[in-house]
Nanobody
Framework: QVQLVESGGGLVQPGGSLRLSCAAS????????IGWFRQAPGKEREGVSC????????YYADSVKGRFTISKDIAKNTVYLQMNSLKPEDTAVYYC???????????YGQGTQVTVNY
């Protein structure tokens, strides 16, 4: 049974950093592409980043390029999203999902809230 559990969200000031974690079970994170997307109230879902299954290639939305970094630890079966230089417009619930990249995903977790504000 595929399960994804996100954690690491919270309240941070603009310019701050957070690292989100996505613990996977029921499959190995090196089997499929895994992505992050976010959803803010009243806005459409937005793909943020994804990492490939094979060579670890990474992809980013223009809105986060240069600020966010996706990575994975196969031994821990966990995918991370390091978020730096956070802006108020990054405020959203963040979800990790699989399979695919900037796709309509079949599986995603319960999400973790990220709030960027003073």
């Amino acid at each position: 049974q595929v399960q994804l559990v996100e954690s690491g969200g919270g309240l941070v000031q603009p310019g701050g950093s957070l690292r989100l974690s996505c613990a996977a079970s029921g499959f190995s994170v090196d089997m499929y592409y895994i992505g992050w997307f976010r959803q803010a109230p009243g806005k459409e879902r937005e793909g943020v980043s994804c990492i490939s299954s094979s060579n670890g290639s990474t992809y980013y939305a223009d809105s986060v390029k240069g600020r966010f970094t996706i990575s994975k630890d196969i031994a821990k079966n966990t995918v991370y999203l390091q978020m730096n230089s956070l802006k108020p417009e990054d405020t959203a619930v963040y979800y990790c999902a699989t399979p695919g990249c900037f796709d309509e995903y079949d599986y995603y977790g319960q999400g973790t809230q990220v709030t960027v504000n003073y």
